[in-house]
């Protein structure tokens, strides 16, 4: 969970999650590479009049300086179309969970089983417990087995709303009218937080989004309960 001391990603509970932070790394490297390069020039500009002769009208730097940031982009650009096919695609989901925002509130729909629906709100300060997480815990929250694929069907009922949990990687638009999806497998057990990521009105501060990653026995259990 992030806090407020927090400056770098999450700490990963999907393997996507791991491949956005080894890109994010990937990414960062080159960049400080790049950054380091440019100060350097900078600074011998400053402190070295000679080496004008060489920027001014030489045709060597100029083809050095046309490739080298030509391969620095193929070096970005392959693996980000490789991450980008990674998470769009949807492979054999064995449950698929359905999300529907609402001005300000969730609501979840296991199809799988038997229509089990549930609503879910932030809850109120004065209700929750010592241990509870200000602004983030919810009453009712979305239980899924760990080590499972998981697909996501996200709508909204009234404005856009949008479905994220940083935890997972995941992130997706809550359309009115139109059915957006994602997958993830969640990697261990454990309880993560989001919010919706859209400005959808007055309190859209106030609809935060929980998971609860679960040993499969102990989410059979669960919806066992549920429909009993």
């Not at 927090?6 to 996507?16: G, R």
């Not at 932070?21 to 990937?26: E, G, I, K, N």
């Not at 950054?35 to 009208?57: G, P, Q």
Request: aromatic fraction near 12%; proline fraction near 5%; glycine fraction near 4%.
């Amino acid at each position: 969970m992030a806090t407020w001391a927090n400056l770098s990603l999450q700490d990963s509970a999907s393997p996507l999650m791991e491949q956005l932070t080894f890109f994010h790394d990937h990414t960062l490297l080159i960049l400080i590479m790049i950054t380091t390069l440019v100060s350097y020039l900078m600074a011998s500009l400053f402190f070295n009049i000679n080496i004008h002769r060489y920027l001014l009208e030489g045709q060597t730097i100029e083809i050095i300086w046309t490739i080298l940031p030509a391969i620095t982009l193929i070096f970005i650009a392959l693996p980000s179309l490789r991450l980008l096919y990674l998470l769009d695609e949807v492979s054999s989901p064995s449950i698929t969970l359905k999300t529907i925002g609402h001005q300000w509130y969730w609501s979840y729909e296991f199809s799988d089983f038997n229509q089990i629906e549930f609503d879910s709100y932030m809850m109120p300060y004065t209700e929750m417990d010592n241990n509870g997480f200000r602004l983030l815990d919810v009453d009712n929250r979305a239980i899924l087995p760990m080590n499972t694929q998981i697909r996501v069907l996200v709508t909204a009922a009234d404005v856009l709303h949008s479905w994220t949990v940083p935890a997972l990687g995941v992130k997706v638009d809550g359309t009115p009218g139109r059915l957006n999806q994602t997958s993830f497998l969640l990697s261990r057990p454990g309880v993560f937080f989001g919010q919706c990521s859209e400005i959808c009105g007055a309190n859209h501060s106030f609809m935060p989004i929980v998971l609860e990653s679960v040993p499969t026995a102990t989410f059979i259990d669960w919806i066992s309960s549920i429909q009993a």
